[in-house]
């Protein structure tokens, strides 16, 4: 190999180790560039987070959005200028401190102030405003001070940063929508003074574990509590009274509820999707149980005073295999125990008069009932689709059993009727497949596809003609 040939070889490596060296050189240029950016731009925005606070001026006592708005000539101009309407959210101060001898956080004071993180409120405020801290986004603690009376409706709604709140003992009622959507809040705790939750008040906090109620508390609000989807376990005081519809729906990780024997109203769907909730504790005050739809429930016990099992009380508890019911009990309403699909068993007690429309309908485990002699009327498609049902008896004092009362029940074999019988209505035993044999007093009124799609013989479908009597000339 020539020597001119080496020595251009070695020229081209020393070219390329050159180049390399000069791409490392520019690389760690770069890199140092931008740790020195990334330095400034924290030194800048702790600057900006600490040294570029909010001071309400001294004097004010209702703070108002007026008095909370940054007054630079830079920011006025923005907030003249109508184009510039979706930046003003972010133009305001990250912390703000009200004034001793202010009383009042008036309505929408720090609405949209979205990179608010704190604010110091002083003791001698009595009230917080409608929408005061509504979508406060970066807003992470708060204290309420002791002098707080008033917190009012939405004051809090949005705040989406905020994790625990303390409600002082002089605040009487916390108003609807209070703190809606505070997605992170964990932890609330309410001293001995409050009374009412309102409606929504902590909904949509999907974060919220753990809530302590003091014993002052007499009514939660309808949806209060609605999709707290963290909330395992709440302690409900015996001051209780009353709790609104739909107030825990969605609480998807509630497995257990003791409702003390001072509650005497619960509203309609109050556990709805509750879907691990599979005991209820029910008081011995409770007369009427509304609405329910706790779909997972497994037992429950129905306390001795209650009246009427409302309409859709244990509608779709697929997993309920057996219930007792009381013997104050005097009414089933419709639907009561409509597809509960695993029961099996349940005792009717004596008292009961009513017995609504599709009150055990799709009830598809359910073998044998016995009817109480109060009752007068089985309802429309009361033991619809009750495919397993094998033996119902049916007392004397019943004289009407309604449309499709027992349609779809193919297990039902035999059925006797009582004397006192008037009217069979529309598809009352129609697809009962197994049904072979009946007895129709004289005289009852039956609809002409009473017994359609049984086995039942052409002359079984008819009552017996009654003898007429010979009249004298």
Not at 344 to 351: S, T
Not at 384 to 394: A, Y
Request: charged content about 25%; proline content about 7%.
């Amino acid at each position: 190999m020539s020597e001119s040939t080496i020595s251009s070889s070695e020229s081209a490596e020393l070219d390329r180790e050159e180049k390399r060296e000069r791409r490392m050189r520019a690389f760690k240029r770069a890199a140092i560039a931008l740790f020195v950016v990334f330095i400034l731009m924290v030194l800048l925005y702790g600057a900006y987070d600490y040294a570029f606070v909010c001071r309400i001026p001294k004097g004010t006592t209702v703070v108002d959005s007026n008095a909370a708005r940054p007054d630079a000539p830079c920011f006025d101009y923005f907030f003249r200028d109508r184009r510039f309407e979706k930046l003003y959210p972010y133009l305001y101060y990250r912390r703000y401190v009200v004034p001793e001898g202010a009383t009042e956080i008036g309505n929408f004071a720090f609405s949209d102030h979205r990179m608010m993180r704190s604010i110091r409120i002083p003791d001698g405020v009595t009230t917080i405003g409608a929408y005061a801290f509504r979508s406060c986004e970066s807003l992470e603690k708060i204290r309420i001070p002791d002098s707080v009376r008033t917190i009012q409706h939405n004051a809090f709604s949005g705040c989406r940063s905020l994790k625990k709140i303390v409600i002082p003992s002089g605040v009487r009622v916390i108003e609807d929508e209070a703190f809606h959507g505070c997605e992170f809040l964990e932890e609330v705790v309410l001293q001995a003074g409050v009374e009412c939750i309102e409606p929504q008040a902590f909904s949509g906090c999907k974060k919220l574990k753990r809530v302590v109620l003091p014993e002052s508390v007499t009514t939660i609000g309808w949806e209060a509590f609605r999709d707290c989807e963290s909330l395992e376990e709440i302690a409900l005081p015996d001051s209780l009274k009353v709790i609104g519809s739909w107030a825990f729906r969605g609480c998807k990780n509630l497995k257990r509820i003791e409702l003390p024997d001072s509650v005497t109203t619960i509203g309609d769907y109050a556990f709805r999707d509750c879907e691990f909730l599979e005991e209820i504790a029910l008081p011995d005050s409770l007369r009427v149980i509304e609405r329910g739809y706790c779909t997972a429930l497994k037992k429950i016990a129905i306390p001795n005073g209650v009246e009427v099992i409302g309409w859709e009380a244990f509608r779709d508890c697929k997993n309920l295999k057996r219930i007792e019911l009381p013997d104050s009990v005097t009414t089933i309403g419709a639907e009561a125990f409509r597809d509960c699909e695993s029961l099996e068993e349940i005792v009717i007690p004596p008292g009961v008069k009513t017995i609504d429309t599709l009150a055990f309908a799709g009830c598809t485990a359910l073998k044998k009932i016995a009817i109480p002699p109060g009752v007068k009327e089985i309802g429309s498609g009361t033991f619809g689709r009750c495919t397993s049902l094998e033996i119902i008896r049916i007392p004397d004092g019943v004289e009407v059993i309604g449309p499709w009362a027992f349609s779809g029940c193919a297990a039902l074999a035999g059925i006797e009727l009582p004397p006192g019988i008037k009217e069979i209505g529309s598809g009352a035993f129609s697809g009962c497949a197994a049904l072979a044999d009946i007895e129709l007093p004289p005289g009852v009124n039956v609809a002409p596809n009473a017994f359609e799609g049984t086995h039942l013989p052409p002359e079984k479908k008819s009552p017996p003609k009654q003898p007429q009597t010979e009249t004298e000339d």
